[in-house]
Structures are given as structure tokens and as C-alpha cells.
């Protein structure tokens, strides 16, 4: 007689439960389009082991708590796919760090307070305009234009194709242009006058 395969949700709640056995089956179960999504984020072998695991950690962290209302395996998958922005954002903030050259100088060349005020200012502005572009073109936008990521990488990093990102910053880019158009140079000389 053949048994009959649990489901996803059944699982989850014998996970919940206290069966570890349970989550195994899960894993077993989407382990291939888990990996594929992690190897699709991660720059090597070895970071997208990373991201797997750490995914799958914080995943079964919440599948203890029964948080998972959805299915899993899209639960997962987003998981994943955070993991691997959250590593691709280090990443991209270590390069930055050591390719800035450090030197010493005893005389402040540095800009004004007032001049540090206005750009904390204006800094706090873009980051709420970019937070209030809808989800996929605010990350595009931040991918590329504040991360420097390449078309291409921001493509694998939001699982989409290259023109679907070009798409994305361009509305996203018409989105920011128009709600920061008060801070343009030209603009802001005249309101200062």
C-alpha cells in the first residue's frame, strides 16, 4: 500500500510541534530550487552555502513559532533572496571601505557645520524618497545607483532579467527626479537668494 506524502503545511506544523525530522523533510523536499536560488545570490560556491544556511536558520526560527501562514516554499525562497542581498550589500560595503585611501592631515579641509547639517538634510530626504518608490523599483534603484552593482548583478540579485531592471530604474528614476526636484542646483540657488 502506498502512503500518502504530507504536505508542506502538515510539516510545518509537526515542526512546530517538536518534530525535527519534520523540517529535514521540508528541506529534502525544495532543496534543489533552494539551493538554485542561493547559487543565483551568492558570487561562489561558498557564499551561497552561507546564504543558504542562514536563510534556512532563520526560516526554521519562525517555523517553530507556526509564523509561516503561506507556503513554504515562497516563504523560503524570500529568505534566500534577502540572505543574499544582505551578503551582496556587505560585500559591496567592504570594497568600498578598502578602496577608500586614508590620509592624515592635521588642518580641517572638511565643510562647514551648517554645510553638514544641509546635507544630513538633503541625505534624509532621498533616503525617504527612495523608501516611498514601490518595493522593486526602490531596490533596483539602490542596487545599481547607491550599491554600484552592474545591470547584470542587480538582474541576479532580484531574479529578473536585465531589461526588467533597466525598466525599474528608469521609473524609479522618473519617480525620484520628480519628488526631489526641489533640491536641483538651480532651484535651490534661487531659494537660498
Known sequence: MLTRLQTDEEL??????GDESAFDQLYKRHRKRL???????GWHHQQAEDI?????AAVAVQARRGAITGSFIGYALTAVHHRGLHVLERSNERKARTAVPLGLTLVSAGISPEDSIDRKKVRSE???ALDALPGDEGTAVYLV??????YKEAAVALSCSE????????SGREALALSLAHLAPSRRARADS
Open 12 to 17: 510545518l506544523g509537526r515542526f512546530a510541534d
Open 35 to 41: 539551493w538554485g536560488m542561493a547559487r543565483k545570490m
Open 52 to 56: 543558504l544556511v542562514e536563510a534556512l
Open 126 to 128: 532621498v533616503a525617504d
Open 145 to 150: 545607483d547607491c550599491q554600484g552593482l552592474t
Open 163 to 170: 531589461a526588467t531592471v533597466k525598466r525599474r530604474l528608469r
